[in-house]
Each structure stands twice: as structure tokens, then as C-alpha cells.
């Protein structure tokens, strides 16, 4: 069997050195691929009017598997300012790339495990009992629909008159806003299907019977938004009695759960969620085992086989101009290894993820934000390490 091709897409600001290092790391330990660069981001945006090309789709379309960095995104108006002067008349209104490719190749299961590494000096910790501390071991797996709800991209400024009058049958929106001026109001929309909150519901369970998590957790808001959290809530209920009743599910609302983050995190497993609330939770999650540094991600559709693995820190554009790249590159190697566990080059993931361990735990290289210190430019020269010497440590224990 050849070489596996991997589109690579570095994306803007601090993308670009987290994934050249990354590979880096898959090249040490032994993982043998092509890379091919698939150009998205701002760059692309300014001076051709689409920061995702149809060149860099039809790449993943052929390829399947991707590695992606990251990317800038800006307001409306900003956006519209960067254009090149020469695309300003022709109508074009940004849209995030990332989420254009969740939509045009449905990548709707999206998966951001969030785990404590032992040693790491960003663990959360807590008071316990005699006012010793405590510091409890996350293992968490969170589940987010990835291309309905919130981020669908159904809204509109000023609704036109079918929308207006479709939205006024509604005895709530007639009461509430019935006397507001159309072109005062703002719509975005919140739609779930059935097919797709059933297929995110049985990732979340297998993952949680293959891995032997006990518990499922649905975090919604289904006593207020009870249409879609509500559905979201009794399909999960349907599907576990029928087909996973050794599973726990627990049902949480997400304003408490982010409550209940800091009281006892170590008791989750598995949790599910709406594109919004699952984009809420990922992050609650990730700030306990060390914040965006440690924060991976997989972007999946299994009926097309395509698969694009991320971090979810943003681009960092100022940290990019720097002489040298300060960045914590550990969320985009984690993403990688999920990519590698994906095409089951699992001794391989293994094999990487106990060489970051073991880094971590030893405490001898760590990047500014594991030392607490803001992002500066001299962070390196004041003892942090930097994107570069944390991946050469890591590949110094493969």
C-alpha cells in the first residue's frame, strides 16, 4: 500500500507553525504521508474574494483526510474594508471557511476530547475536604452537531416580507414583536433534524461503549428551548433504551453544567450537544486541562469517509509576526493523533501521545502558557520554550 495523501492546511497567523511542527512530530514517529498544501483563510479572502477555494475543496474530496491550523474571521464590515479594491463591487460577504467545509462536505460529528495530563501546571485544582487540595482527573469526550442549530447559517437583518409574515403567525413573536419595526429585527434561526441529532446521539454511544465510558450526558437547554433540546433529549432517550441500556444518560442544561465544571468534572464521560452548547462545553472543558494549548478536535462525515482534524484555538494573528513562534503546538499534535487513530495507525497515536506525556509530566519544556506568562515576544528569551523546542522534545522521546 503507498504513502496516504493528507491535505494540509495551515490557515492564518499561528496555523502555519503549529502544523509544520506537527508534522514534524508524525514524521519522527514513524507515520509515512504526503502532504499536499490546501490553501484556505483571510489571505485568500483579501485577494480573491473566497477564503475557501474551490481548488482546496475539490483536494479533500480526493484525498479525504485533512489537517487543519487555523483561521482568522472578522465582522462583517471589517471584512468587507480588507477586500482587494478591485472584488468590492461584486457583492461578496465573508463567511468562516471552517464552517463552509462542515457544511459542504456535512462533516456533522464533531469530537473535542478533553483529558488531563498528569504534571501539567494548568490543571485545574480545587479545595477539598479540611482545606486540602485537590485535583481531580478529567476524562471527558464531547460530542457537538456540527453543522445544524445556531451555526446553520439560516438568519437574516430586515427578514424579507415571506419570512416577516411567516414569523408572525407565531403568537409569541406576534406578542413580543409584533409592533417592532421590520427592519429593527435580527432573526437566526436554531434548526434540528432528526437524522443528523440521531447520528450525533449514536456517536456519542458508541464512542462511550467502545471506550468504556459509563455515561452519556445530553447538555442542552430543553426546559426552555423545548423543541429542539427537548427532541435532542427523548431521542437520546429512544436510542438508549433500545440499543445501549448499559449506558447511564444523564441530562444536564447547559448554564448549570457550566456550573457543575468546576464542582466535580471528573464524573463526566461522554457528553452531547447542539452546535452551540457543544462549542460552550468544549471549552469549559478544555480550560481544566490546561486551556486551547491542549484543545483537539475531529470533524467527520463516516457515509463520505472525509475527515478534517483541528485544534480549537483560534489563529492568534499577532503571536504570528513574531521572530519566533511562541505558540503551545500540543492541541494541533493531539488533533493529529486523532486523525492517525482514525485511519487505526493507533500504535502510532499511542506512541505520540505517551511521548507528550511523558514531556509534560517531566516539567523541563514548557511553552508560555504553561508557565503563566503572557504571549510576548521575549517569553522564549525568559525561559519559555518555544512551538519549535516543545515539538523537538517531544520528538527527542519518540
Known amino acids: 500500500m503507498g504513502k496516504r495523501t493528507i491535505v494540509a492546511m495551515p490557515g492564518d497567523g499561528i496555523g502555519k507553525p503549529v502544523l509544520d511542527e506537527t508534522i514534524r512530530v508524525l514524521d519522527a514517529a514513524g507515520f509515512e504521508a504526503n502532504y499536499v498544501e490546501g490553501d484556505i483563510g483571510w489571505e485568500f479572502w483579501c485577494k480573491e474574494g473566497n477564503p475557501l477555494p474551490q481548488r482546496t475543496i475539490d483536494l479533500i474530496a480526493e484525498h479525504k483526510i485533512a489537517l487543519f491550523g487555523a483561521i482568522t474571521s472578522k465582522p462583517k464590515d471589517e471584512a468587507f474594508n480588507e477586500l482587494a479594491p478591485e472584488l468590492k463591487e461584486k457583492g461578496l460577504v465573508y463567511s468562516s471557511p471552517i464552517v463552509g467545509l462542515r457544511q459542504h462536505f456535512g462533516l456533522d460529528i464533531c469530537a473535542r476530547p478533553c483529558k488531563t495530563y498528569k504534571g501539567n501546571p494548568l490543571n485545574f485544582i480545587r479545595r477539598g475536604p479540611n482545606n486540602t487540595i485537590e485535583e481531580p482527573e478529567v476524562d471527558a469526550v464531547i460530542f457537538r452537531q456540527n453543522t445544524e442549530g445556531l451555526y446553520g447559517g439560516v438568519e437574516w437583518s430586515n427578514p424579507p416580507d415571506q419570512v416577516y409574515d411567516a414569523l408572525m403567525t407565531h403568537p409569541k413573536f406576534k406578542k413580543n414583536f409584533g409592533e417592532t419595526p421590520k427592519e429593527e429585527i435580527s432573526v437566526s434561526t436554531r ?44 431521542m437520546a432517550q429512544q436510542i438508549q433504551k433500545a440499543d445501549f441500556p448499559e449506558i447511564e444518560l444523564w441530562n444536564t442544561n447547559i448554564d448549570a453544567q457550566m456550573m457543575w465544571l468546576t464542582k466535580n468534572p471528573e464524573i463526566y464521560g461522554v457528553i452531547v450537544a447542539g452546535n452551540m452548547f457543544g462549542d460552550i462545553v468544549s471549552d469549559g472543558f478544555a480550560g481544566l486541562i490546561g486551556g486551547l494549548g491542549f484543545a483537539c478536535s475531529a470533524q467527520m462525515n463516516p457515509e463520505k469517509g472525509i475527515a478534517v482534524f483541528e485544534p480549537t484555538h483560534g489563529s492568534a494573528p499577532k503571536y504570528a509576526d513574531y521572530p519566533v513562534s511562541i505558540v503551545n503546538p500540543i492541541a494541533m499534535i493531539e488533533s493529529a493523533c486523532m486523525m492517525l487513530d482514525y485511519i487505526e495507525e493507533n500504535e502510532i497515536a499511542a506512541k505520540i501521545r505517551k511521548a507528550v506525556a511523558e514531556v509534560v509530566e517531566e516539567g523541563k519544556v514548557r511553552t508560555y502558557d504553561m508557565m503563566k506568562m503572557s504571549g510576548r515576544a521575549d517569553v522564549v528569551d525568559n525561559g519559555a520554550a518555544s512551538t519549535k523546542t516543545m515539538a523537538d522534545a517531544i520528538i527527542a522521546k519518540l
Open 191 to 234: 434548526i434540528f433534524t432528526k437524522k443528523y441529532t440521531e447520528r450525533i446521539l449514536r456517536a456519542a454511544f458508541e464512542h462511550a461503549k467502545k471506550y468504556g465510558y459509563k455515561n452519556v450526558t445530553v447538555c442542552e437547554k430543553q426546559n426552555v428551548i423545548r423543541e429542539t433540546s427537548g427532541m435532542m433529549y427523548k
